[in-house]
Structures are given as structure tokens and as C-alpha cells.
């Protein structure tokens, strides 16, 4: 019980300061991308020591801490306050089921890197809570009582729900190919094979990768808080302790939505030559997955900051279209296209990696032209001839 | 009759008419008075609960079995719709909670994904579209209060009756012979060995379980698939014709959609 609850104790600390630096990494990278130097000024609290404004998050925490704790008169108050705390704790409970690198060799066994150990459906149980976060989003936009609000809390809560059915799909494919809902089972498997799941099935890692991006809201699928039509959206009438909640919970997606692309689909801990692939390890191997693993992650953190400056935001329509249009039947051939594989190529992954390579990233183009032909995304910019139905 | 069931009797009499007292019907209402009762039965009830190995595992099941009871009775106690959503979904946690104590994680964040994760949140979608603050007053009393606060409360008291042994060890237990009572536990014991706790707790439940489903219980899997597929295929042929026959109707209904709630009237 206390390996537990000191594994609980270190995981909120390590992960609340990685939100506050993934905060001034994405202004850093925003600055960097348009050329401006970003928060540079903050370092060392007292002393004029800069540190290349390293210590802008904690000045950035005092602010919010000290800030009056308003809650505006015509909201429903119990609703109001209920919804940032159900976002932010569905979002850390997530951490629970995710490896932080492999196991820890000691005297007597090893110590797993994550909470809870043994626990056998990992992966629907991180679905399970990014399904609690929605009631955050659509209480917030409800109980604020405010039309831009509610607008934000319904588009955040379609946006969701439709979502989630090409994210399934995209890990029903990982669930088929490692026979197991255990996230470490998945990664073994990835070590063992040495080749990483984006490359056994490339169709999966797209669908995934895209309905991970809008499942964390973040741009170019950021319409629940599109400013320049929503002010805020959801958390438009939120300020002080409740925005920070709501904003980390955002950040904590995000990194969640990274682990999972990292551990699904691009290997885990593993690295070709370095980290070993079995379970007899050294403490110099045991880190040296932990450095992976969290290189990797802060790769793919960083593609999402870049794509963020990158991507222009989609309009309603055109992000209903794609996940219903193009996403659903995409995973839908590529459940396909694995169970073929699983059931009759059982063996090629080991034998033979970089003809299923070839021939299942052939057949990933192949589809998405079939399915840009058939159902193509480009908008006449019409009203619908049936009425402002959305579509 | 031995002071277990008088104790049983006295809780499910307090906890029918606590039931009723809080339930939403026209007028006086007297909310705390049925709160209070409610509790004190619900206490009664927890202090017969057999106790379960350690103190933490009988503490744990304690609070979220209470959490689970207490939401389930807010569920349809509260008036308005939106309160009654969410204290079913803190219901549905708490029962996934009950599942993991026992060790069957896949059934404990199934029931999240599909209650709380897919129905409600739809649920709940469609009661802030339909604006439930301004339904008339009859629309929000539950009907049949008295019968239907009766069978839940006796329903739970029967289930706490058979999981503290109270009906077995009483009623049926006196007309046998003790060697009778003495090959029943033993086999019971010996069932419990074969295909207890100690099976669901295998490293690999989730393929154990998908295993016996997919075996077992075949038919009645494919049966429930056909009937998914029926059900999808008739809400896509609905939205197909109702937007072929009554674009005008559509476009309507779609306005009126867009009314947040409004200010006055709240009450919870």
C-alpha cells in the first residue's frame, strides 16, 4: 500500500510541473515559430538571474493562486463548481494504468513504473475516464449559463463523442495484434518483434493520431474554445483556481493523448540496440527506457505544438465530415485489413517486417484515396438545400 | 422472531416512508425528515453488512457501497433533470467501483464506458436541448411515490438479508440435520475453490472472460449484434426519410434547439 501511495505522491508532483513547463514550452515554440523571443524574463525568484525565463510557471502559479475566486451570480453554482474538478481528476486518474518506462530490478523482484500494476484493461480504462472528462466540458458550458459557453460546451461534447468511435477503432487494431488490453503487454510485444505498431499498421497509427489530436482539443480541432467566435467557450465565465484547472486538465489530455501514440504505436521504452527487449534488465537499461520513453513523448508533445501554428482550425461541418466520412470507414479497413493480417500472416511480423511494412502502407494509400474520391471533404461553401441542418 | 428481523423489518419500514417523504410529489414536501429516516435505515442496513477480509478493504467497500446508495436515491429524488443525470453518473462510478473491489476490472470500466461514457452523456445532451426548466409542474412529480419507495427499499433490504447469511442461517438452517448443513458448506467451500475470486483475479481476466463469452455464450452474443445492427440501421432509415419528407419541420426544431437555459425557475 505505500509503494502505492508514494508512486501516487511522486506521479501528481512529476506531472503537475510537467503541465507548467509544457506551458512554457508551447509559448516558446509559439514564439519561435513567429519569430518573437517569448516569456524570457523570469528566472530565479529574488536574484536578477534569468534562466531563459525558467521560472515564468511559477510565477505564472502564484498569479493564478493569489487571484480572487469569483463566481459570477447567475451561474448554477453546486454545477459550476463541480465540473473543473471532475475535468481535472478524471484527467489525472488516467496516469494510474500508464507505464513510465519498463520495471526497476531490486533485491527481492523489481518495482513496475506505474501505479497500478497488474491492472487488466488498462486501455479501455483510459477511455473510460477521457469519457468522465465530458461531463467537465458539457456541466461547465451548461452551468455558466452564458450562450457562448453552452455553444462551446455542445460543440465540445459532439466534437467528443464523435471521436471516440475512430479511436476505438484505431486501438481495436493495437487489442487484435498483442491479444491483450494491458498497456506493458502492448509494448513487450513491440520489443519483442522490433517492429513498432505504426509500421504494422500505418492505417491505425493516422486514424489514431488524428482522433488523438481532436480527442485533446487541440488545434486545428480546438472549436470548443475558438476564440475568435466563442471568446473562451466553455470556460468563458472561469477565472483564478477554476481556469487552471481547466487549462492543466487540457495539458494533461494532451500528454495523455502523447503517451498513448507513444505506447501503442511508436514502441514505448523500446529503441532498436539500447534498451533491450525482454524482462532480465539492468538498473543502466531500466533508465535508459525511461529516457526513451520520455524523449519520445516530449517528440510527439512538441509535433502537436508545431501543428498547432501549422493547421488552420476546421470549420463545424468539415470536422463532423472527417470524423464520420473519412475516419470511421478508415478504421474500419484498417480493423479489417489487421484481423486479415492476425488471422492469416500470423507469422510475417517476425519473418518478414519490411514486406509488411510495404504492403500495409501501400494499402493505407490506396484507401485514403479510394475514401478522398468517395466522400471528399471540400465544401462548396453552400447553404444545404435541406435546411441548416448540421451535416 | 429474532432481533435480525425486527431490525430488517424497522429498517425497510423507515427507509420506505424516508424513500417516499424525499421523492418529488406536489406540496409540503418535509425533505429532511425523509433525508434523516432514509439515512438511519440505510445505517441499520450497513451495520448487518457481513465484514470482508481487512479494515481497508471493509472500509473501502463501505464508503463507495454507501456513495453508490446515496446517489442512486438522489438520482430520483432531485427535481431537476440535470442534477438527477449526474448524481446517476456518480451512481455508475461508485458500481464500478463495487466491481473493481471485486476483481473484475473489465466489467468495472465497461460499465463506465457504456453507461456513463456513451448513454448518459447523451442523455444529458439532449435534456440541456430540451431546456427542462420549463416544463410544467406535473411533468416533475414521480408517480406512484408510496409503492415504488416501498419495493426499492425492500429489495435492498432482501439483498443485504441473503449477503449477511440472516435467511440462511434462520430460516432454512433450524429444519436440517446438522451433518446436512456441515456437506453443504463443504461443497460450497469446494465451489468457491473452482471458480471463486481466485479464478476472476488471473493475470489475464479480460481474455479468460472474452473467452467464455465468445464460447459459452455465443448465441446470445450474436443475437445482441443483430439487434445492435437493427437498431442502427433503423435510426439511419428514420434520419433519412424524416429529412427527406419535412426539411421545413427540421429546420424549426433545430432554432428552438439553440435556447440556452434560462435564469429564473431554478430549483434543484
Known sequence: MWEALIKIGLLIFVIMTAVAYFVLLERKVAAWVQDRKGPNRVGLPLTKIRLFGMGQPLADGVKMVLKEEYIPGHVDKALYVLAPISILASALATFAVIPFGSIWPTADGYIDFVVAPGFDAGLIYVFALSGIAVYGVILGGWASNNKYSFLGGLRSSAQLIAYEIPLSLGILGIVLTAGSLRLDTVIAQQAETGMWNAFVQPLGFVVFLVAATAEAARLPFDLPEAEQELIGGFHTEYSGMKLVMYASAEFLHMITAAFLIVILFLGGWHFWGITGSGTEITWVTALLRVLVLFAKICLVVFGFMMVRWTLPRFRFDQLMALAWKVMLPLGMVNLVLVAAMVEYFNNAVAEKPLMVFLVMTGLMLVSIVVTAVLAPLGSRNERSPVGDLPT | ?268
Open chain 2, 1 to 268: 422472531m429474532s432481533p435480525e428481523s425486527w431490525l430488517y423489518a424497522g429498517a425497510t419500514v423507515l427507509g420506505a416512508v424516508g424513500m417516499w417523504l424525499l421523492l418529488p410529489r406536489p406540496g409540503e414536501r418535509m425533505r429532511w425528515v425523509g433525508a434523516a429516516m432514509s439515512v438511519v435505515s440505510l445505517g441499520l442496513i450497513l451495520s448487518q453488512v457481513s465484514a470482508l477480509g481487512d479494515m481497508l478493504s471493509q472500509s473501502m467497500f463501505i464508503v463507495i457501497g454507501s456513495t453508490t446508495v446515496i446517489s442512486a436515491a438522489a438520482a430520483v429524488t432531485f427535481r431537476n433533470p440535470v442534477y438527477c443525470a449526474i448524481w446517476f453518473a456518480m451512481m455508475l462510478l461508485g458500481t464500478a467501483g463495487l466491481f473493481m473491489i471485486q476483481g473484475s476490472h473489465f466489467l468495472s470500466v465497461a460499465t463506465i464506458v457504456v453507461y456513463a461514457g456513451a448513454i448518459l452523456v447523451t442523455l444529458l445532451f439532449v435534456l440541456m436541448l430540451a431546456n427542462p426548466r420549463g416544463n410544467a409542474p406535473y411533468d416533475r412529480v414521480s408517480w406512484e411515490g408510496p409503492l415504488s419507495a416501498t419495493a426499492g427499499i425492500v429489495l435492498v433490504g432482501m439483498l443485504t438479508m441473503t449477503l449477511g447469511g440472516v435467511l440462511k442461517s434462520k430460516s432454512f438452517a433450524a429444519d436440517m440435520p446438522s451433518e446436512l448443513i456441515a456437506a453443504q458448506e463443504a461443497q460450497a467451500d469446494d465451489q468457491a475453490d473452482a471458480a471463486g475470486p481466485v479464478n476472476i483475479l488471473t493475470q489475464d481476466h479480460s481474455a479468460s472472460l472474452g473467452a467464455r463469452m465468445f464460447s459459452a455464450h455465443l448465441v446470445s452474443i450474436e443475437v445482441a449484434g443483430v439487434l445492435l445492427l437493427a437498431a442502427l440501421v433503423g435510426a439511419v432509415a428514420i434520419i433519412a426519410h424524416s429529412r427527406a419528407a419535412q426539411p421545413e419541420e427540421a429546420k424549426s426544431a433545430a432554432q428552438v434547439a439553440m435556447q440556452a437555459p434560462s435564469e429564473n425557475g431554478r430549483d434543484r
